[in-house]
């Protein structure tokens, strides 16, 4: 049969399109490589879950596992988490032989954070600029304007009104923002990672605690507008509804 | 002792100069002895917009520079004996206005005036900040925008934190939004922010709306202030606007979408 020419023709309309899309996964950090009792393990933690975990893709985090551990046992692991619900989507951290088992098991190598060139996303931590009231004006009852920046060195900052868009907020301890909160909070910024931000009306541009941020649009819809608590667990930032 | 009123905003062409040559021409209407002084160096607009702009010999940076006294410089409005225009020099640079000089100027207007009225620039640089230190009373022109809105605002923390006032721990500058360019129609349908949006974002009392009216127009390029055209929607804003500021306690007119009748509709507005 003689080659096809190259067709100059246009085909009929393409039926992929390929994106770069973000989202968040729950990680599962594994502790240990002996899965005895890893089973009741997770029928406890799927429990708890009430459903969260119902189909939910896993990503497993082997970055925690001490270095002399032997080889995990992948098709016991996998098929553990698949039979709580899980959907196990790939691994992350670990050794370059661990990789090669898990692709084994048709599970993708995801970035490791702490090799990967992007460090985890924190505002740089170099003394919080001048700012324009700064000392013990811990409890402010006056709307913070635009282009305003207040910074509660040493405490918690509490704000009775409105914090508009374009103002800044800082702390080295808590904030409280009894009011509509549309600017930029920034809890803990000398590095207390205990710190966290408390607002009636989360419609905030940024908020973060010790360095680690999120912005507007990363802040999901069912949180806009509701009475909103914002601190770390680890290093991962959370919102919680109050 | 005159009150010194400062409008501002932040965001241009927004209505400072139209509300300043109203709300003067409104106040000496009154019967107060009133100055209107344009801060805009080298952009000038307050003398063409109160019609003055033939007879202008000497002007504000001249009398900073004591090359003119004040006698010389204000212009008497032909229409109004108690109102009074100090132009803003159109060669000079913002520069030439300092604090002291224009501290002087303002202490010497307070002597023989009730209310000096000091049209700013845009924006929140040097001529901006020039218009407002001094001043007793602010009003924040914005229209029912967003980019307005949040010019405003910041307008307004500058005016809470770098004023003489604040300076001092006086009692603050205190603080009028005037909504200008409003269209109750567009809010009807959704497109623009409401009063209500306004006051939310801006947490302040409302001294007045303008609505949106093709008289300001008219009125800007005939060289009268837009306040005394009686017959239009904006002109009659300006004068409860006027009253309000006074102490009147008037109503909001002008919020509502006008329906028009059929004859209205039929032979024009």
């Known amino acids: 049969m003689s080659p096809q020419p190259h067709s100059t023709e246009t085909s009929t309309r393409a039926l992929i399109e390929l994106k770069a899309g973000n989202f968040t996964l729950p990680v599962m950090r594994l502790l240990g490589t002996d899965l005895d009792g890893l089973g009741e393990e997770l029928a406890a933690k799927v429990e708890a879950g009430a459903g969260f975990f119902q189909h939910a893709p896993v990503v497993i985090d082997l970055s925690s596992l001490p270095e002399d551990s032997g080889e995990v046992p992948f098709p016991l692991l996998v098929g553990l988490m698949r039979g709580h619900g899980m959907i196990p989507v790939g691994v992350r951290g670990g050794n370059p032989a661990q990789h090669e088992a898990a692709a084994a098991m048709e599970l993708a190598v995801l970035a490791d954070p702490r090799r990967s060139q992007s460090r985890p996303r924190t505002v740089p931590r170099s003394v919080p600029p001048a700012a324009t009231h700064t000392g013990p004006g811990r409890l402010l009852t006056h709307p913070i304007r635009s282009g305003q920046r207040v910074y509660a060195r040493g405490g918690d900052l509490v704000v009775m009104a409105a914090v508009s868009s374009g103002a800044e907020i800082l702390a080295d301890g808590h904030i409280h923002v009894y009011a509509p909160l549309r600017g930029r909070a920034l809890a803990g910024v000398k590095g207390d990672a205990t710190a966290r931000i408390f607002c009636r009306d989360l419609q905030a541009e940024l908020v973060s605690v010790a360095g680690y941020y999120r912005i507007s649009e990363n802040i999901g819809a069912d949180l806009r507008g509701r009475a909103v608590q914002v601190f770390l667990e680890g290093r991962e930032l959370r919102m919680q509804t109050l | ?269």
């Open chain 2, 1 to 269: 002792m005159a009150r010194i009123i400062v409008v501002t905003s932040g965001k241009g062409g927004v209505g400072k100069t139209t509300t300043s040559a109203s709300i003067a021409m409104g106040l000496a209407r009154r019967g107060h002895r009133t100055a209107v002084i344009d801060f805009d160096v080298g952009l000038r607009n307050l003398d063409l917009v109160m019609g003055c702009e033939r007879r202008v010999v000497y002007d504000f940076v001249n009398v900073i520079n004591q090359e003119a006294n004040l006698n010389q410089a204000l212009i008497r409005d032909k229409r109004e004996d108690n109102l009074f225009i100090l132009p803003a020099s159109q060669t000079r640079d913002k520069e030439a206005l300092t604090k002291e000089g224009v501290g002087r100027v303002l202490d010497e207007l307070a002597q023989s005036f009730d209310y000096v009225v000091c049209d700013s620039p845009a924006g929140i640089e040097h001529g901006a900040t020039m218009a407002m230190y001094y001043a007793d009373d602010a009003i924040v022109v914005t229209n029912p925008e967003v980019s307005s809105v949040r010019d405003s605002d910041r307008m307004l923390g500058i005016l809470a934190s770098k004023s003489r006032r604040a300076e001092r721990g006086d009692e603050p500058i205190r603080e009028y939004l005037l909504l200008s360019r409003y269209s109750p129609e567009r809010v009807a349908r959704g497109e623009m922010l409401s009063v209500d949006d306004v006051k939310d974002i801006l947490a302040l009392d409302l001294l007045g709306v303008i609505p949106e009216s093709q008289s300001v127009l008219s009125a800007s390029n005939a060289g009268v202030p837009v306040i005394l055209d009686e017959a239009s929607d904006a002109g009659r804003a300006y004068a409860d606007l006027v009253g309000r500021y006074l102490g009147e306690d008037l109503p909001h007119r002008f919020l509502e979408a006008q329906k028009k009748g059929l004859l209205s509709r039929l032979f024009g507005g």
